[in-house]
């Protein structure tokens, strides 16, 4: 079946712009998360949904992220007002839940955000 | 606060040897998951082992294995026959032991190189 889709592939912004990405998750995944991974580093954990509530906001790292999900579908990551320490590569995860082997995350291919 | 450590940023195999990536975690938790995730230049994270630290067995997955040492917090990759596919960032992640949501924290990675 389909696996976790992002959109865009890449985005270029201005310095100051706001910038939505976009995930799909994968069909009947109830569990939804966002990375943020910059260059080099590892991932860091950003926010995690299930369903469309949000019980984990710890890693959102400023005001100026946000993040909403509709039902256990979509999710759309908000940057507002875009500095260039935000280019990095945004990663979106999925699992079917959160117990046993259902956490197993499936990520899908990120999008690459580059602020100048 | 756990966190997993990866001290080798680069590494490289000759095709069809072995090579092993090192990974240390520190967690004060007896029940846990270690992972080892492969990430291709097409950004997409995949899972490429799993480890439960209440299995004194090491995981394996065809070419892939583990080396977990408990109490050494040590889970290391053993890459057997090593293929050009193979080439990709390499992380270690740790996720608590929980019958609910629990955070995942990743290591900065390792980049392998395979020489044909």
């Known amino acids: 079946g389909a696996g976790v889709s992002q959109s865009p592939s890449n985005k270029v912004t201005e310095k100051g712009k706001d910038v939505e990405l976009r995930c799909d998750p994968i069909s009947g995944h109830t569990a939804l998360y966002w990375y943020r991974q910059r260059l080099g580093q590892g991932l860091e954990f950003l926010i995690y949904f299930q369903g469309n509530s949000a019980p984990d906001k710890s890693g959102l790292p400023s005001d100026r992220f946000s993040a909403e999900r509709t039902g256990e579908s979509v999710s759309t990551l908000t940057i507002q007002r875009t500095q260039q320490e935000d280019s990095a590569v945004y990663l979106c995860a999925s699992s079917l839940g959160t117990s046993g082997r259902a956490y197993e995350q499936y990520f899908g291919p990120g999008t690459r955000l580059t602020v100048t | 606060a756990q966190t997993v450590t990866q001290s080798q940023p680069e590494m490289s195999v000759q095709e069809a040897e072995t090579v092993t990536l090192s990974c240390t975690y520190d967690?004060?938790?007896?029940?846990?998951?270690l992972f080892w995730y492969k990430q291709p230049p097409s950004r997409q994270m995949i899972l490429v082992i799993r480890?439960?630290?209440?299995?004194?067995q090491n995981a394996t997955e065809n070419r892939f294995s583990v080396n977990f040492q408990k109490a050494a917090k040590s889970f290391s990759l053993k890459i057997s026959d090593s293929q050009l596919g193979d080439a990709a960032m390499y992380f270690c992640a740790y996720r608590r032991y929980s019958g609910g949501y629990q955070k995942v924290t990743f290591g900065t990675g390792t980049k392998l190189q395979v020489i044909p």
């Open positions: 480890q439960e630290a209440y299995k004194q």
């Open positions: 967690t004060s938790e007896s029940d846990y998951y």
